[in-house]
């Protein structure tokens, strides 16, 4: 990925160009591995126009470790879920025991792959952490291929004078989280997560707040465009 290209020097990173879906290529990159995260998964908008890539990558892919793991006797797994899991509107603060009301592609893909992980913490005694991931911002985001950044995307369109999009009034709200923020809690976890955990702020922001924040800072205005669909993927 281009947001790696700084680092390919670096002594202790080994970049390895494969797919997840290449059961070989996935079994000969576990060799002396001690813990595995799984961030690896198609973007929601790619998941919903492809849903057999969906199931590819975030099912079978998956699959592919956890048994590369059992080969190599790897016991502990990091994995990346999603708060899309609990559908549009939930509540925050959410607790993990909540059921689920995920109505996407990728997030039925995510709640499959969080059953796998427990089947095989039972059946093999690989341990897991699953954070499921609220909708997350930062640097080298990108809004191609079934991109979800939305606040990526409202600063490019404002910038550039381009046509915003807006699914629904604008006043629909999302609990945002900072990339460097998840980063944290992963690396936390290499230590002492064991579990489920939702990560966020529980703090919610609303994407009218959003664009009104990025217009102030840029002194431009946005070309909005309110269309009445459900809501935003994220």
Known sequence: AFNLNQ????SNLEVINADIRNKKAVFEALQNVDVVYNLCSPQMGLCENNPSLCYEVNIMGLLNILEGMRLHC???????????IYGKGYPIPIEESADFNGKEYYSLSKIVAEDILQFYNKKHEISYCIFRNAPVFGPWQCTKDGGSGIILKIIENICSGAPLVIYGDGTQRYDF???????????????????IFNLSTEKMTAIND?????????????????????????
């Open 7 to 10: 680092f390919r020097n670096c």
């Open 74 to 84: 790897i016991k502990r797994i990091i994995y990346a879920s999603s708060s899309s």
């Open 210 to 234: 959003i664009i009104f924040l990025v217009e102030n800072i840029t002194g431009q205005k946005a070309n909005l465009q309110y269309r009445k669909v459900d809501e935003l993927i994220l």
């Open 177 to 195: 989280i900072y990339v460097a923020d998840i980063v944290s809690a992963y690396f936390d976890a290499l230590e002492k997560g064991r579990g």
